[in-house]
């Protein structure tokens, strides 16, 4: 038991030293790409040219490799199935999460991340005597510390990785001694990922948080309004994803890659504000959105999630938490701005949070879950209002997809 548990939290500080060094190197390119080399050159629109030959390079590796990264549904799927995860593609599993982030996709690295993580850890079960009964636990461990570092939330990492469709069976899978690992090695990562930060700087600056989220008794009735919102974003989150895979699936690999390249980097270069995964363009829109037209809002908000799906079905995949947070918060600010025209920055952040929690409910199907990641970016006060919306979202969910699935 005490050479498990050992091992266990030298596997949580390698994921956390994984996570830190690939978002570190993510941080550095992409300033150099987009701030650095235009400055110095005085080519604006170089972003073009670097995100299509990213979109050309990523297209060509898919064809000869396969669709990678893959999801994390999809690489804890397969850990449970085949009590494994082939780790030989591995360099292929770098670049291809790699290039969407420093080019721009709207996508976060979540779905990169954890599929390196549990490559590694299976490439240590097959390499390290010690490990090999239990590969199968560190990959879980690796996937969990991996989730928290990147969302600040011990708790999401958690109940992500673990399966079944009700968090009540989530909760109870992670009891006992499995609990004690997580717990472990999530520390571990933490306390890795805050000592090279200390030294080398911030891999990553991660979402801003509101500080507070005051409501009067006005806000509370507009839930009338705001949980129909929400709803009506996952629907058009479900379309597009729709849309964008017929789309997708219709186009040859390599040229649908470029285009998405050729894209994205139009996007980037036009709309600035509607790439990347959200979090540094969230920071500026919470100081800054008051100064902006409700339309403007809304139309950040829509060309975000059209934009997320198109990036992760023709090919610049990753993530979709990061886009999906800030899409919300877009149409959270642009509902508060239209309803309190003189002064909306009071009912922002309930506007936002009530929005997104009803988002996340409908699109995870996991109401705790989707709250414990929302304490990425708003306070714990708001942990009821979040939560009863992910739990209207969740319940909501089925009838609203089997019209956009089976519409006749």
């Known amino acids: 038991m005490f050479k498990l548990v050992v091992f266990t939290a030298l596997i949580g500080a390698f994921a956390g ?16 790409l987009w701030e650095a080399l235009p400055k110095q050159t005085g080519l604006s629109f170089l972003p073009l040219i670097f995100c299509t030959l990213g979109g050309l390079l990523t297209g060509i590796l898919h064809k000869r490799y396969g669709d990678y990264p893959e999801e994390l549904a999809t690489v804890m799927g397969k850990i449970k199935k085949d009590k494994y995860y082939d780790y030989h593609p591995m360099p292929v599993l770098l670049i291809c999460a790699f290039l969407p982030l420093i080019c721009g996709a709207s996508v976060g690295p979540e779905a990169g991340l954890t599929g390196i993580v549990a490559a590694l850890c299976y490439w240590v079960g097959d390499n ?51 609990l004690l690992f997580y717990g472990i090695s999530t520390a571990a990562g933490f306390f890795t990922g805050r000592a090279l930060n200390m030294a080398f700087g911030a891999a990553m600056e991660g979402f801003p948080s509101f500080s507070s989220m005051p409501a009067e008794t006005g806000d509370y009735l507009l839930l009338l309004l705001y949980i129909p919102a929400g709803l009506l974003l996952y629907v058009l989150f479900e379309l597009c994803e729709k849309l964008t895979g017929g789309i997708a699936g219709r186009i040859p690999v390599v040229i649908r890659g470029t285009v998405c390249g050729a894209v994205i980097g139009f996007i980037g270069i036009l709309v600035p504000m509607a790439a990347f995964s959200g979090e540094e363009q969230m920071g500026e829109l919470m100081e800054t959105f008051v100064s902006y037209s409700p339309f403007f809002l809304l139309g950040i908000c829509l060309i975000k999630i059209f934009m997320t799906t198109f990036c992760i079905n023709l090919g610049m995949k990753g993530g979709h938490f990061f886009p999906l947070i800030f899409a919300c918060t877009c149409l959270g600010f642009a509902l508060s701005s239209f309803i309190f025209p003189a002064d909306p920055m009071p009912h922002s952040a309930f506007a936002a949070a009530t929005v997104t929690g009803t988002m996340l409910g409908a699109q995870l199907k996991k109401p705790l879950t989707a709250t414990f990641l929302l304490l990425l970016c708003f306070p714990a006060g708001s942990l009821f209002w979040i939560f009863l919306c992910a739990v209207i979202g969740k319940s909501a969910e089925k009838k609203l997809s089997a019209h956009i699935h089976n519409p006749g």
């Open 17 to 32: 030293l994984v996570v830190w060094c690939f978002l570190k190197a993510v941080s550095v390119c992409t300033a150099f």
């Open 128 to 178: 390290v005597t010690l490990a090999k009964r239990d590969t199968e636990l560190f990959s879980q461990v690796g996937e969990a510390v991996t989730l928290s570092q990147i969302f600040h939330s011990p708790l999401f990492g958690i109940l992500a990785v673990q399966p079944g469709e009700d968090d009540r069976e989530s909760i109870s899978m992670s009891g006992g001694n499995k």
